[in-house]
């Protein structure tokens, strides 16, 4: 077995775990394969074990990525921050938007947005207040939320969060995940699709789970430690 088939199993193993521990199904939670830093030949063997998403952070290099596997059907995650200027290359190459948190970039990637199928959006939300990363509060949450529901070519479909390393993630995790319903029922008549809740990583997935998360993102117990 390759490393990554071994992290791979491993990996279920833990989701599965985690899922009889806080009574869910396992098959409501995707796993989104984080594989910034990791080459083309590893998601090639990634997607031999049979993953279709994949997490980018940083655009040149999520391009090149692109673009090298375009002949299989996978679904591109955009998990970086959103330059303004760059828009238009993220909704080329992306399906996703995980990163979102100004109603600016919002109304450009709208805006720029030329394929049939629209694209699909995370409100990243930042509750704990980290300086050190994106995301809005709860005000900012539902401002974008409705923002976003007069724009066609966008379909809100949930949260996402990174919480940071102090946060205590069970009390952080159940925080986004109750902000999520509240806005799912604060917007009901409005929303098609509010079934994504993107949070938990290597570290802390099991804790995501149990708080109700249905994507978690996992970079380096999937692939290894991230080449710099
Ligand atoms: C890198 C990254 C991950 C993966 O983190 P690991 O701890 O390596 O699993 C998940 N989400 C985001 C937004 C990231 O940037």
């Given at each position: 077995m390759s490393n990554i088939e071994d992290n791979y199993n491993r990996l279920l193993d833990r989701i599965l775990t985690a899922c009889v521990a806080s009574n869910?199904?396992?098959?409501d939670i995707e796993l989104l394969a984080?594989?910034?830093?990791?080459s083309v030949d590893v998601i090639t063997q990634a997607i031999t074990l049979g993953l279709v998403q994949f997490g980018e952070n940083y655009l040149q290099e999520a391009v090149e990525k692109t673009q090298q596997l375009q002949q299989y059907d996978l679904h591109w995650h955009f998990i970086g921050r959103i330059q303004s200027n760059k828009c238009k290359l993220i909704t080329d190459e992306f399906?996703?938007?995980?990163t979102l948190d100004r109603p600016k970039i919002a109304t450009r990637l709208n805006r720029l947005h030329s394929k049939p199928d629209p694209l699909n959006v995370l409100i990243q939300v930042n509750l704990d207040a980290d300086a050190n990363k994106g995301g809005v509060d709860r005000v900012g949450a539902a401002e974008l939320l409705e923002q976003l529901?007069?724009?066609?070519?966008?379909?809100?479909r949930g949260l996402m969060t990174i919480l940071a390393k102090s946060t205590d993630s069970r009390a952080g995790y159940d925080s986004v995940a109750q902000l999520h319903l509240e806005l799912g029922r604060q917007f009901a008549s409005d929303l098609s699709q509010w079934d994504t809740l993107s949070m938990g990583m290597s570290a802390d997935l099991e804790d995501a789970i149990n708080a109700g998360a249905t994507m978690i993102r996992v970079g380096t117990d999937l692939f290894g430690a991230r080449n710099s």
């Open positions: 869910r199904d396992p098959r984080v594989s910034k830093t990791k399906s996703w938007v995980q529901l007069s724009l066609p070519n966008l379909v809100p």
